[in-house]
């Protein structure tokens, strides 16, 4: 089991910037891939960044591509994305994920772990 707890969440005018970090339970979380979502009341959980267990490969939705990086520290067991530029459609909670294996990095039904989210709100 790999429990995952968010937080930097917070609130931002449009233009700031915001990091949310993941902290890991685990040691060997440095093995697994990890994610990044969000999601608004009534919607579908949106995949916004990934990164593979070694920090090689990352991938963006194109909402959010140039503004947020996704980044890991395996030493912390913590993933982490510092976005910038923020617009008030990024309000969201925004969650942090992990699995052993992936087989769509962007597909939440792949992800077995999931932290219980992180509010971020960007007031226009």
């Known amino acids: 089991q790999v429990q995952l707890v968010e937080s930097g969440g917070g609130l931002v005018q449009a233009g700031g910037s915001l990091t949310l970090s993941c902290a890991a339970s685990k040691r060997t979380f440095s093995n697994y891939e990890k994610g990044w979502f969000r999601q608004v009341p009534g919607k579908e959980r949106e995949f916004i960044a990934g990164i593979s267990w070694s920090g090689s490969t990352t991938k963006y939705a194109d909402s959010v591509k140039g503004r947020f990086t996704v980044s890991g520290d395996n030493s912390k067991n913590t993933v982490y994305l510092q976005m910038n530029s923020l617009k008030p459609e990024d309000t969201a909670v925004y969650y942090c994920?992990?699995?052993?294996?992936?087989?769509?990095?962007?597909?939440?039904?792949?992800?077995?772990?999931w932290g219980q989210g992180t509010q971020v709100t960007v007031s226009s």
């Open positions: 994920a992990a699995a052993r294996r992936l087989t769509e990095v962007n597909r939440s039904r792949d992800y077995e772990y």
